[in-house]
């Protein structure tokens, strides 16, 4: 049987790591995993009893089949109002997700050979959405002295006439970093110069440390802009696949956007029905819920940095995530963890970070982490 070219290159063999992960599995030894981040394994559900009344509510609202290839209009309407309608309902289109949204947005901007500008360290993900694409990523570096900030020079080097957009992710996967008023501000300005979008993931904007709101693309002087967010993180509802697309700046590009995004989007008619109509009381009935889970997440977040005192690190301003220097090689680092102590991390490199660091989440029983950063701080001191 014949298969792609594209195909083969997927095919990629297991990584060591994980065949010890395996071997500990079969064996029955239980793992702790710090790399997953699910919260849902950890209790944080969506109240159940609302969650199956705002379906009902929904199914019966979704009972005649009447496609929108933007998103039914009272799930745009109940996102325009997230962003205190600074960003109209005619803005958005719903996707089932941020992967898919990235996939609109890459195919949206770029032709093969193309460049996706993406940050550095960066994360799996964007390398297998790229090669569906066809498209080419090249890096720009978060420098880790100042706390994971963005290297704007450096960016702007890294830009050729084949690069087609900007991919920003604030708060950062995974070095916590959240990119500040100013930085945005440059970032803008390097965008208009230079005549290209950006892409901002914003998934993780409801779990900050810093006190501060977040600073978003969409509200500065960038020509045109793509903002990506969803239930995935927000309301821990993976499963319900509904995220959308911001769609702001220069009017005529807005509206140039949108028509294509339109026609990618009817191509699929991708997103849940009943799903869609259930956004705008998602939102309203789990503002409670959301805000007991940003309280637990703090927690979590604060036992990490406590655990890691002495170590070198940046602590994370948002997100679900920490990156931590360590002293020795760090592939065997991760591989004493799991092997010794049954703590599942990543090496750096697996998100194109430089030698020597573990990443890894914070998204456990605080206890859990107490106990397990402490035992990982012993590598990093």
């Known amino acids: 049987m014949q298969f792609s070219p594209l195909a083969d290159s997927l095919a990629a063999s297991k990584n060591p790591l994980y065949v010890l992960h395996d071997e500990l599995s079969v064996a029955g030894r239980p793992i702790l995993d710090l790399v997953k981040g699910n919260v849902n394994e950890h209790g944080i559900v969506y109240p159940q009893a609302d969650l199956k009344e705002i379906l009902g509510t929904a199914a019966e609202a979704a009972r005649v089949y009447k496609p929108d290839s933007f998103g039914q209009p009272v799930a745009r309407q109940a996102i325009s109002a997230y962003y205190d309608g600074r960003l109209a309902p005619s ?5 089932p997700g941020t992967s898919v949204s990235y996939w609109y947005c890459f195919k949206l901007l770029a032709e093969a050979g193309d460049e996706i500008l993406t940050p550095q360290p960066s994360y799996p993900l964007f390398d297998y959405i790229a090669q569906l694409c066809g498209v080419k990523l090249t890096y720009y570096r978060l420098d880790e002295s100042r706390d994971w900030a963005i290297d704007l020079g450096h960016l702007e ?4 006439s084949r690069t087609r957009a900007i991919v920003l992710i604030s708060p950062h996967n995974p070095t916590g970093m959240v990119a500040s008023d100013s930085e945005l501000t440059e970032l803008a300005a390097i965008a208009a110069r230079n005549n290209i979008a950006i892409i901002s993931d914003e998934v993780f904007n409801e779990f900050l440390f810093t006190g501060a709101p977040l600073p978003r693309p969409a509200f500065t002087d960038a020509p045109l802009v793509f903002t990506l967010n969803g239930f995935s993180k927000m309301f821990g509802l993976p499963g319900m696949k509904i995220g959308w697309i911001g769609v702001s700046g220069e ?24 799903a869609q109509f259930a956004v705008p009381q998602l939102f309203a009935r789990g503002q409670a819920f959301l ?3 940003k309280s637990w997440i703090t927690e979590c977040r604060n036992a990490a940095v406590e655990s890691l005192a002495g170590c070198n690190f940046s602590a994370p301003a948002g997100g679900f995530y920490v990156t931590l220097r360590i002293q020795n090689e760090e592939e065997e680092s991760a591989l004493r963890l799991l092997g010794e102590h049954q703590i599942l991390v990543h ?3 697996f998100y194109d970070i430089s030698p020597h660091h573990l990443v890894m989440t914070f998204i456990q029983n605080p206890d859990n982490v107490r106990k397990a950063f402490s035992t990982i701080a012993e590598l990093g001191r």
């Open 291 to 293: 805000s007991k889970y």
């Open 157 to 160: 080097e890294q830009i050729s």
């Open 347 to 349: 090496p750096g490199y």
């Open 251 to 274: 009017e005529h590009l807005v509206q140039r956007s949108m028509a294509a995004l339109e026609l990618i989007s009817d191509t699929f008619l991708p997103v849940n029905e009943i």
């Open 91 to 95: 803005q958005f289109l719903i996707t």
